[in-house]
Each structure stands twice: as structure tokens, then as C-alpha cells.
Nanobody, 116 residues
Framework: QVQLVESGGGLVQAGESLRLSCTAS????????MGWYRQALGKQRELVAY???????IYADSVKGRFTISRDNGKQTVYLQMNSLQPEDTAVYYC??????????WGQGTQVTVSS
């Protein structure tokens, strides 16, 4: 059974940083594309960034240059370093694990709140 556990969310002021972590179990982590998504109140869930099994990274335009996604296959963990946070980054952040023909699994989410 796939389990994804996010951590690292919290309340920060604009301009500050946070690092989110998502640790996976029940999968061969290195084979999976890992992504971070976010959903603000009243809005649809959107892609923030993802990293493939080959370490190719893709970012949403809104976070390019501020956020960095990385992975540690030995720890089965994907990270999202978020710098220069802004109030518009406030959302619940979700981790996603995906592999072709295996479908996708989601974590339970972690709240990030940025005050102005």
C-alpha cells in the first residue's frame, strides 16, 4: 500500500522560507515521478513542480526561481524548498507519486500560510 506523508508546512511571513518533505513507503521510490501540487481556498489544485526518475524538473511559472524540488532516493523523500514566499503561495500543498501504468497516489496535504 502506497503511503505519502508530507511535513514542513506552517505559518511564515512574506519573504521567508520553508522546506516541505514528503516521505514515501510501499513503492520503489526511484522509479516514480514525484510532484508537489497546491490548492488554495476556493481554487483548483495546481501543479507546483515535479521531478522525474531521471531528475528532470519542471516548475510552474509562478514559482520559478523561488522554489526548488529535489529528491533523495535513499530516503524515499522528495523536498520542496520554498524561498521568498508570498501571500499568494498560501495553500494546502500535496505530494503526488506517479508511474506509468501504476497510476498516482496522493499525500494528505500540509498547510502553508504566508502572512503579509
Amino acid at each position: 500500500q502506497v503511503q505519502l506523508v508530507e511535513s514542513g508546512g506552517g505559518l511564515v511571513q512574506a519573504g521567508e522560507s520553508l522546506r516541505l518533505s514528503c516521505t514515501a513507503s510501499g513503492i520503489i521510490f526511484s522509479f516514480y515521478t514525484m510532484g508537489w501540487y497546491r490548492q488554495a481556498l476556493g481554487k483548483q489544485r495546481e501543479l507546483v513542480a515535479y521531478i522525474t526518475s531521471g531528475d528532470i524538473t519542471i516548475y510552474a511559472d509562478s514559482v520559478k526561481g523561488r522554489f526548488t524540488i529535489s529528491r533523495d532516493n535513499g530516503k524515499q523523500t522528495v523536498y520542496l524548498q520554498m524561498n521568498s514566499l508570498q501571500p499568494e503561495d498560501t495553500a494546502v500543498y500535496y505530494c503526488k507519486a506517479e508511474r506509468a501504468a501504476r497510476g498516482a497516489s496522493w499525500g494528505q496535504g500540509t498547510q502553508v500560510t504566508v502572512s503579509s
